[in-house]
């Protein structure tokens, strides 16, 4: 008969002095026989985890204590909610409430912001996503961070979400999309804006310096607006400049250091990666180089997705010129024979002189029913159903679909995400909104990290692989991105703080999404549990939607 690994890894017996001596009390909820992992790192032991409203109200042996609702753990590990440190189910939790590919893989909590966050609003920034609300009939209908937290209370969910306020967002409700510097007055707009952002609750302030219209900011200008977040606590992340396409990832660093350093705030670098084939081999020197930012005093770290593969736009392949003024312009200039040539010799010497890799693309998901049949076909594969030079049919193919091709690009090595993953500074994202596999999110090939980010760290880089310990992994997803981004009473299984917790069983949680079928549920995830209610429970949704909104430093 097979023994469980993990569970004979850890203490096998309840310790009664490890804890404090329990009154008799009822409680809500009471999940026993479980190995406790609290989130800390520290090692497994059996324990119980008595919870009543929304807090855990007690840890130790309290098998003879009485609930309402009793999980028997037994075999299984019981440890802090997931907290996924990159999100994007801000605007598509309106459409499907559940966020089942999230609850499926047991994250509890989703940081939101890359960039492009749920504020600010106004007209301009409405009717530069009128494609995806008419899609999904989702009204957008606040202006700032705190009408759309309150949107997200009365409508409820199944998750918490927390959100950084976007730099991207704020330049576009002052600036527009186009190439150009904020005045002086605009630039203090701007930095009001943040202002009124942080006291309603964001995290931060965050970048996606990688595409435009972000890319037109300069330091200066960032620096200004951090400054801003800085005044309330916030820290800085972002998807930075260049992540090795361009052989200029150092210097994206280094400007995230000098950004730390002249707002004096903390920083993150979201989905840390070597990127482009030119680039694979190169993670030792980035880690190295940001382990010397750390040792010099610069609070930074980073996260990771535990895959080799990136997801994006398709008009993100092009240059940041050709989208400046927003998607009705580069469309315009994609159809002009000058420009898309211009295009193309800029496209040609990228990555390092090696080009588009468009064996490696992989249209995701269209918009135009006419394109259908290219999903899960790779670009280079429409180029010669086409007949075109693969240029071209790069930029037919953003035409013909008005700019709202979803991609995946396999373009990073395993090796790489290895190093970046085994630092103790790094934590798990999913980069990712939530999919489900019926309803108005079940549609395309979404990279299979929708659904198995967690469960797939769990898999195949604790159980399989060993390159982290169980603790190690559970403190990368829980503690560790609770404690980096200001969340409260979260990410610890402890006394009075909030009960997110997972129970999975070691031994067959799995994810299961693949490139080719990624509506796929993880595996071994028991139950997921929000604010002390199970809203996933072997294998299904439970119906309860006890989701809120983070604030930070909220208690």
């Known amino acids: 008969m097979r023994q469980s690994f993990y569970v004979l890894a850890f203490v096998p017996l309840f310790v009664p002095q490890l804890f404090s001596q329990q009154p008799l009390q009822s409680f809500d909820l009471l999940i026993i026989n479980g190995t406790m992992v609290?989130?800390?790192?520290?090692?497994?032991?059996?324990?119980?985890?008595?919870?009543?409203?929304?807090?855990?109200?007690?840890?130790?042996?309290?098998?003879?204590?009485?609930?309402?609702?009793?999980?028997?753990?037994?075999?299984?590990?019981?440890?802090p909610g997931f907290i996924d440190m990159l999100g994007w189910s801000w605007l598509t939790i309106f459409a499907d409430y559940r966020a089942m590919s999230k609850i499926s893989q047991g994250i509890t909590t989703e940081i939101v912001g890359e960039g492009s966050s749920p504020a600010p609003v106004n007209e301009n920034i409405i009717s530069e996503r009128k494609a995806t609300l008419a899609k999904y009939n989702i009204a957008m209908d606040w202006t700032d961070l705190g009408g759309y937290f309150r949107k997200l209370e009365t409508n409820k969910t199944a998750i918490n979400i927390a959100a950084f306020v976007g730099a991207t967002q704020v330049r576009e409700f002052v600036v527009g999309y186009g190439d150009r510097k904020p005045s002086k007055l605009e630039l203090e707009q701007m930095n009001q804006l943040v202002r009124e952002a942080m006291r309603q609750?964001?995290?931060?302030?965050?970048?996606?310096?990688?595409?435009?219209?972000?890319?037109?900011?300069?330091?200066?200008?960032?620096?200004?607006?951090?400054?801003?977040?800085?005044?309330?606590?916030?820290?800085?992340?972002?998807?930075?400049?260049?992540?090795?396409?361009d052989g200029h990832q150092q210097e994206a660093i280094e400007e995230v250091a000098a950004i730390c350093r002249a707002a004096n705030v903390p920083a993150e670098i979201w989905h840390l990666k070597c990127a482009g084939k030119a680039a694979w081999g190169d993670m030792p020197r980035v880690v190295a180089q940001i382990q010397r930012l750390r040792d010099s005093g610069i609070d930074i770290s980073a996260d990771v997705y535990p895959y080799i593969a990136s997801s994006n736009a398709l008009d993100a392949t092009l240059p940041s010129w050709a989208q400046d003024g927003g998607t009705e312009k580069m469309l315009k200039r994609l159809k002009n024979k000058k420009l898309r040539a211009r295009m193309t010799r800029v496209l040609k010497k990228s990555n390092q002189g090696l080009g588009v890799n468009f064996e490696g693309i992989m249209i995701s998901s269209?918009?135009?029913?006419?394109?259908?049949q290219f999903e899960g076909k790779r670009l280079i594969e429409v180029a010669r159903v086409w007949k075109k030079a693969p240029?071209?049919?790069?930029?037919?193919?953003?035409?013909?679909?008005?700019?709202?091709?979803?991609?995946?690009?396999?373009?990073?090595?395993?090796?790489?995400?290895?190093?970046?993953?085994?630092?103790?500074?790094?934590?798990?994202?999913?980069?990712?909104?939530?999919?489900?596999?019926?309803?108005p999110l079940y549609e395309g090939l979404p990279h299979p990290r929708s659904y198995g980010s967690m469960a797939r760290v769990l898999a195949k880089y604790v159980r399989e692989d060993k390159l982290l310990s169980l603790e190690d992994a559970i403190r990368k997803m829980t503690s560790q991105p609770a404690r980096r981004v200001g969340l409260k009473n979260r990410g610890v299984l402890k006394e009075g703080f909030y009960a997110d917790v997972?129970?999975?069983?070691?031994?067959?949680?799995?994810?299961?999404?693949?490139?080719?079928?990624?509506?796929?549920?993880?595996?071994?995830?028991?139950?997921?549990?929000?604010?002390?209610?199970?809203?996933?429970?072997?294998?299904?949704?439970?119906?309860?939607?006890?989701?809120?909104?983070?604030?930070?430093?909220?208690?």
């Open 38 to 79: 609290d989130g800390t790192g520290s090692p497994g032991v059996r324990a119980d985890v008595g919870i009543n409203g929304d807090r855990i109200a007690a840890i130790g042996d309290l098998k003879n204590v009485t609930a309402r609702q009793t999980i028997d753990a037994t075999g299984k590990i019981v440890s």
């Open 391 to 439: 240029y071209e049919a790069l930029f037919d193919f953003i035409l013909q679909d008005s700019s709202r091709t979803g991609k995946v690009t396999f373009s990073m090595s395993e090796k790489d995400l290895r190093a970046a993953m085994k630092q103790p500074w790094t934590s798990f994202c999913t980069d990712a909104n939530a999919r489900a596999l019926d309803g």
């Open 201 to 245: 609750g964001a995290l931060g302030l965050s970048t996606s310096l990688i595409y435009a219209p972000a890319t037109y900011a300069k330091t200066n200008e960032i620096i200004e607006l951090t400054k801003a977040a800085a005044e309330f606590g916030g820290m800085y992340v972002s998807h930075i400049r260049d992540e090795g396409d």
């Open 502 to 555: 997972v129970v999975f069983d070691p031994n067959t949680v799995q994810d299961k999404a693949t490139f080719e079928n990624p509506h796929q549920y993880s595996i071994g995830i028991s139950q997921t549990i929000v604010n002390g209610q199970i809203v996933w429970e072997n294998g299904a949704w439970t119906g309860n939607l006890p989701g809120r909104a983070v604030r930070k430093n909220q208690d």
């Open 366 to 372: 269209v918009s135009n029913p006419a394109l259908k």
